[in-house]
T-cell receptor, first 116, second 115 residues
Framework: DQQVKQNSPSLSVQEGRISILNCDYTNSMFDYFLWYKKYPAEGPTFLIS?????DKNEDGRFTVFLNKSAKHLSLHIVPSQPGDSAVYFC???????????????FGKGTKLSVIP | DAGITQSPRHKVTETGTPVTLRCHQT?????MYWYRQDPGHGLRLIHYSYGVKDTDKGEVSDGYSVSRSKTEDFLLTLESATSSQTSVYFC??????????????FGSGTRLTVV
């Protein structure tokens, strides 16, 4: 049972336009939501996060929106740049799950292509 | 990435052979994780460690074991490799129990092929 879902495997956007990546989750116990960016042959790198007590968090060109009632979050990239082309993973973390760790659950990822 | 290295970066092994992947960190973080990434599955947690000699299973732990005898090293062992374990393996570290708002730091990955 997939708890974090990224239903769009890929997305193409023109340079300078807005990229919107979506993520849905099913576990109402999730407290933190994170986005990671991954280039080929590299590890994922942390991009931006949001706590469940907020509905928006901005960092430069990146904004994450959280709609708790819909169990939905989205990542907006404005303006999109060719260097943003990567796979984006949505991840969520919930309450204590035992043995001292709050594990991250990842979606399957969305491949973003920004076309010059 | 600075502070976390994985070795080897690439490995090809035969079915039935044991394989050990190493994750080494210089950040003195308490928590370490092993994930695997497969097409159509994203990243899935294999095992994690919350201190020296303290480990626990993740979502896809069958066929894998781990050991952590020092803070800086977390080893992942495939006792008898199978083709289904062909994957890219990522190690991650974190300073606190949960990712909080800062996330985990990931290594560059090990691409393992079992033939």
């Amino acid at each position: 049972d997939q708890q974090v879902k990224q239903n769009s495997p890929s997305l193409s956007v023109q340079e300078g336009r807005i990229s919107i990546l979506n993520c849905d989750y099913t576990n109402s116990m999730f407290d933190y939501f994170l986005w990671y960016k991954k280039y080929p042959a590299e590890g994922p790198t942390f991009l931006i996060s949001i706590s469940s007590i907020k509905d928006k968090n901005e960092d430069g060109r990146f904004t994450v929106f959280l709609n708790k009632s819909a169990k939905h979050l989205s990542l907006h990239i404005v303006p999109s740049q060719p260097g943003d082309s990567a796979v984006y993973f949505c991840a969520a973390s919930g309450a204590y799950s035992g043995a001292g760790s709050y594990q991250l659950t990842f979606g399957k990822g969305t491949k973003l292509s920004v076309i010059p | 990435d600075a502070g976390i290295t994985q070795s080897p970066r690439h490995k090809v092994t035969e079915t039935g052979t044991p394989v050990t992947l190493r994750c080494h960190q210089t950040e003195n973080h308490r928590y370490m994780y092993w994930y695997r990434q497969d097409p159509g599955h994203g990243l899935r947690l294999i095992h994690y460690s919350y201190g020296v000699k303290d480990t626990d299973k993740g979502e896809v732990s069958d066929g894998y074991s781990v050991s952590r005898s020092k803070t800086e090293d977390f080893l992942l062992t495939l006792e008898s490799a199978t083709s289904s374990q062909t994957s890219v393996y990522f190690c991650a570290i974190s300073e606190s129990a949960g990712p909080g708002l800062g996330g985990y730091t990931f290594g560059s990955g090990t691409r393992l092929t079992v033939v």
